[in-house]
């Protein structure tokens, strides 16, 4: 079983159980891995805003909604015709213009029964606005349910949430403007702090429901599934927003534990367990100050060199048709896969260095190849070329090796399909990489983080114009200015010069540097990257036939030195507690202490969390997802399980945005 904490489970579990109209009374025979109930569909439509169908969209596909018996599904904010003998189920955010539209269709009738599921809960009053429309309709009958079901969070794996798909409210230049209100800011810690509170409901697993079936709307009910409740050991470094949602996250569990009504977490006996008890996980809200350059590191992994430099949002990726395309930002839309973790070939290379990944691709390839050989020369020696009625009769002693030969035909598509999707993806990804020369960025950077490159050879890349384009060398030349403890005036005015004749807008490296003379940090307790650098090796051996699909010529081959990021050195010293001068002021929370533990009795305590929920305030990107994973399958002794959480997924294209819109405020 995989050592995750599974979020994907509960959260398909809730919309299967939203979709299928369920109630908490009801008797179903359960059926598949999620234990969900298979009787025979009833018909509905499914009407949901851009949250909502964020939310669904990585996890159930086309097919499976119909499987549930939804014959439409709509956007709540579009024109709508009305089907009033057929039942609506709504996902939505619970503010305003939405309700006001759902009220809308209450008043006009617009379908025969109304299922409403807010993502997050809806307040009391738009929640009395409902039950004012159903009365002035003369419709109180039709709303069968409503819905609270704290489900604000996007789940694109096992291990893998985010807030947002478009976190523009609480994104890193919203929380690091110079501009922004105090109120602003509340604003965005709230939305935040509701987001993982959601989380912590969702791995709980209870769904609040308010039911519209009476007068007052006053009744609740829950909805007990199956699991325990997870109430978190909350640690956040101090001075920043990260300590801001932890204070308010740990206020906003606690009161919660103590509302007898309300309580969304766990039974009484639960609350009686040691506030000691180690088995509970450790969640660590990091902010994104902590480690700029990582978001801005040319990734060399598949998944994160993918959303690096193709359009890849909620697990679709979008291939135009070559690397001129994209650059030139083609009306095309191009082709879309999608990366879901039904792929094998994607979930067990994703995390591979390119090369790699081209070799499995071509390999794959081959070995469907052998496959169809195989069954085409079977049907040839049984004399089925023809396949008539006849044959087969007379061939009826071979039939289980005909079986079994036309059996493997479908699995063989599937096979090529997925085969095609890869090789279409690590051919466009080949592209862009000797188009910016890639490999070279990467390298410089690995090596610029380890403190292993020298400024002429920095100077010399910066001065190529056949090397990358404008942003990529702003990229390099921030990881310099970030890695490097000491960099003169001299230096930033020669580096400066060559940035602005290969046409780089500067206005990064403004906010950067600015960040770096306030940054409380110093140079001893900088962030630590370690690792060597990348080593070259055999150059695609595997690659190197005359049938390849892939001409990796001028390409290098890096095998990668594992080494820690610096939120993987944080993890780790928090999880092991270690003493680290990097965790030693972090903040702890308790939710079920009654009181403040003494710090003195932590100390002594030296027990390490093999459970831990990694959060990035700010936004976060692949290549710490991928750093954690390693960093998890590597750990000896007690199996660890580590869930990596963020506002948003950064690639360096929407990070160096961010920065350059803060650096035109500071200069």
């Known amino acids: 079983m995989s050592t995750t904490h599974l979020i994907t489970f509960p959260i398909i579990a809730t919309l299967k159980k939203m979709l299928t109209l369920q109630s908490s009374t009801s008797t179903t025979k359960a059926n598949g891995p999620l234990g969900t109930a298979a009787p025979e569909p009833s018909w509905k439509i499914l009407v949901y805003d851009d949250a909502g169908k964020d939310i669904i969209s990585p996890l159930l596909s086309v097919r499976e909604l119909r499987d549930l018996g939804v014959t439409l599904h709509l956007n709540l904010m579009s024109e709508r015709d009305s089907i009033s003998d057929v039942s609506a189920v709504y996902f939505t ?3 305003l213009e939405h309700v006001k539209r759902i009220c809308e269709d209450i008043r006009k009738q617009t ?12 307040p009391r009053e738009l929640l009395e606005m409902i039950a004012s429309a159903a009365v002035e309709a003369n419709c109180v009958q039709q709303i069968a349910k409503v819905f609270d079901q704290y489900g604000n969070l996007i789940s694109l794996d096992d291990d893998l949430f985010v807030l947002k798909k ?11 403007s110079n501009e922004v209100k105090d109120t602003q800011m509340d604003s965005m810690i709230d939305a935040i702090v509701d987001g993982l509170f959601s989380v912590f409901v969702t791995l709980s697993k209870k769904s609040r429901k308010a039911s519209a079936e009476t007068k007052s709307l006053d009744a609740v009910e829950k909805i007990d599934f199956p699991f325990l409740g997870v109430i978190p050991i909350i640690r956040a470094p101090r001075n920043n927003a990260a300590e801001l949602v932890a204070e308010r996250l740990d206020k906003r569990i606690r009161d919660n534990l103590r509302d007898p009504r309300n309580n969304l977490f766990t039974s009484d006996a639960s609350l009686q367990q040691s506030q000691f008890s180690f088995q509970r996980p450790l969640l660590i809200i990091l902010d994104r100050n902590l480690d700029v350059a990582t978001p801005l590191h040319h990734p060399w992994t598949y998944q994160a060199l993918v959303h690096d430099v193709l359009d890849y949002q909620l697990n679709c990726v979008t291939v135009q048709d070559s690397a001129k395309d994209a650059t030139q930002k083609s009306r095309h839309k191009g082709k879309s896969f999608d990366l879901s973790s039904r792929d094998k070939f994607w979930n067990a290379q994703k995390g591979s260095p390119f090369p790699t990944v081209a070799e499995a691709v071509q390999e794959e390839l081959e070995n469907y190849k052998n496959s169809e050989e195989d069954v085409k020369r079977l049907k040839h020696e049984m004399g089925l070329d023809a396949e008539t009625d006849e044959t087969v009769y007379l061939l009826s002693d071979n039939t289980v090796k005909l079986t079994s030969a036309m059996t493997s035909l479908p699995e063989l598509l599937e096979r090529k399909s997925n085969i095609n999707l890869h090789t279409n993806l690590a051919t466009a990804l080949l592209e862009r990489i000797k188009a910016r020369r890639l490999d070279i960025f990467f390298e410089m950077e690995e090596k610029l983080m380890a403190r292993r490159s020298t400024d002429e050879s920095l100077v010399e890349l910066l001065s190529d114009p056949l090397a990358g384009n404008p942003e990529d060398k702003m990229r390099l030349f921030l990881i310099y200015y970030v890695c490097t403890p000491h960099v003169t005036d001299a230096q930033v005015k020669q580096f400066t010069e060559l ?10 490296f403004h906010h950067i540097r ?3 003379t306030f940054s409380k940090t110093s140079p001893v307790q900088q962030p630590q990257y370690g690792g060597g650098g990348p080593v070259a090796v055999q150059m695609f051996s595997k690659l190197m036939n005359q049938g390849s699909q892939f001409v990796m010529e001028g390409v290098k081959n890096f095998a ?15 999880m092991e507690r270690k003493s680290l001068t990097e965790v030693e002021e972090y903040r702890y929370f308790d939710p079920k202490a009654i009181r403040a533990p003494d710090p003195a009795t932590l100390a002594k305590n030296r027990q390490s969390y093999p459970d831990a929920i990694v959060f990035m305030v700010g936004g976060g990107c692949f290549m710490e997802y991928q750093n954690l994973v390693d960093y998890k399958n590597r750990s000896t002794g007690t199996a660890k399980r580590i869930t990596y959480g963020c506002t948003e997924l950064l690639n360096a294209e929407s990070f160096l945005h ?8 500071t200069h």
């Open 499 to 508: 940035l602005e004749k290969s046409g780089c807008d500067m206005a990064p």
């Open 166 to 176: 478009k976190a523009n409210e609480i994104s890193y230049f919203a929380l690091n």
């Open 93 to 95: 955010m619970p503010v």
């Open 514 to 516: 600015r960040w770096k």
């Open 658 to 665: 961010q920065l350059t819109m803060l650096g035109k405020q």
């Open 560 to 574: 990668v030195k594992k080494h820690d990021l610096p939120i993987t050195r944080i993890v780790d010293g928090l």
């Open 111 to 122: 379908y025969d029964m109304y299922y409403l599921n807010f993502i997050s809960p809806i």
